[in-house]
């Protein structure tokens, strides 16, 4: 049997090269955790995941408590290792940095999986297609000094680049006016046939004021809204969603695929965002992935286009990849050997066994925040092993 011999995990802290806003908050860098997998096969497997802006410290905290369930267990045996793992956290926490860490430690184990039968983890899995998959570009943030027409601008190179589909962040203007102004610019210089999503990332409280808003997008024909509320309010989603004749969308941040059944029960969205490095990692994304298909919803997941592409290309009712042209944003590229291939907006996808793509050591110290964590399977001593063996022949 194959063996978990190791876990080693960090926390990362990488600054943006500029200050950047959502419609809630101003970004000046990007927390990530790593985490690496040996075993005694001589394979190894990655994972990783986004703790915010300030929660870098807490990752290798999170694995502390993870690691004795892994260690010394068969890499194989995933589904089993997932729900010892939920188990033994249940109190720490079922969301946030620890359901992170699950998510990382998950995603590690199949990568490790699909490396060791040398195979893409989208074959692995079994995948729907085995070439390319469909993109969509997201930008648009806000950023001092960036006016409608720059706005207009970065669209209309993405569809250039052969995107037919964009988002661009919404909610953080004051007025319908100002917030017109920003989409009418992009839909003017995109055309009609360009899908455009627009993301709000929980602008706001109340369906009132959101409805006031969606109203004036919907003369520009969005493809969906994402995120009017808070993750935790799905009443006020499935209210906005029964008003609107905007698809809404939302799961980013969810967790458990119990939240998400709740999700759909509820009508709250018609799009699910499920993030595997947010939701419990690539075990319970295929979880949720199948009850949202007996709902008859689509999933677009949310972030980390390197990973996402091959569970995109594995699930039938995946359409889209969230991807980040630069590394403005998403700078977790700083922290990978290989990119992605992009051809007329859709993803290529990487045929190197596993995720096909290894972590920079280099660039992992540059920005490491706190010291490796790492726990090793512990053998018996070899002189203690033949006083063992001396005891049982006498």
């Known amino acids: 049997m194959v063996r978990i011999e ?11 090269d500029q200050v950047t806003s959502l419609a809630s908050r101003r970004v000046t860098e990007r927390h990530y955790g790593v985490v690496e997998i040996e075993c005694d096969d001589g394979h190894k497997g990655i994972g990783f995941c986004y703790v915010g802006s300030a929660g870098a410290g807490l990752f290798p905290e999170a694995i ?19 729900q010892e793992m939920y188990q033994e956290v249940l109190l720490q926490g079922r969301a946030g940095t620890v359901m992170r860490a699950i998510s990382a430690l ?11 039968a040398n195979l893409p983890l989208h074959r692995f ?14 930008g648009g943030y806000f950023i001092d000094g960036k006016t409608p027409q720059h706005l207009a601008d970065e669209m209309e190179g993405f569809v250039k680049q052969g995107f037919s589909a964009v988002k661009i962040k919404v909610g953080k203007g004051n007025t319908v006016g100002e917030e017109e102004a920003r989409i009418a610019a992009v839909r003017e210089r995109i055309g009609p046939d360009i899908l455009l999503m627009l993301d709000a990332n929980n602008a706001w409280r109340d369906v009132p004021t959101a409805l006031r808003f969606a109203r004036m997008y919907e003369k ?13 309010d799905i009443e006020n989603h499935a209210s906005l969603a029964q008003r609107t004749s905007i698809l809404i969308a939302t799961g980013e941040i969810e967790a458990g695929r119990w939240r998400f059944k709740e999700l759909l029960d509820k009508q709250g969205a018609a ?49 889209f990849i969230e991807f980040f042209p630069d590394s403005q944003v998403l700078n977790f590229r ?27 050591p280099q660039t992992l110290e540059t920005y490491g925040s706190t010291p490796w964590f790492e726990s090793r399977l512990q053998r018996p001593k070899v002189a203690a092993l033949h006083a063992v063996e001396g005891i049982a022949q006498s």
């Open 6 to 16: 190791s876990i080693r995990a960090r926390g990362l802290s990488v600054p943006l």
């Open 64 to 82: 502390a408590l993870l690691a004795p369930v892994l260690i010394g267990q068969d890499p194989y045996r995933v589904e089993g290792l997932w």
């Open 106 to 116: 998950d995603i590690a184990l199949w990568d490790h999986n699909a490396r060791a």
């Open 125 to 138: 899995l079994g995948s729907v297609t085995s070439t390319r998959v469909p993109a969509y570009a997201s």
């Open 220 to 232: 520009y024909d969005p493809y969906f809204l994402e995120e009017p509320f808070s993750p935790d």
């Open 271 to 319: 799009i699910l965002q499920t993030d595997a490095c947010v939701c419990g990692g690539v075990t319970e994304f295929r979880r949720i992935a199948a009850t949202a298909a007996s709902y008859g919803v689509t999933i677009s997941p949310h972030w980390f286009h390197d990973l996402h592409a091959h569970l995109v290309a594995a699930t039938p009712n995946c359409r």
């Open 334 to 360: 700083k922290l990978v050997d290989r990119q992605l291939v992009v051809d007329r907006g859709d993803i290529v996808l990487p045929q190197l066994p596993g995720l096909g793509f290894d972590f920079i």
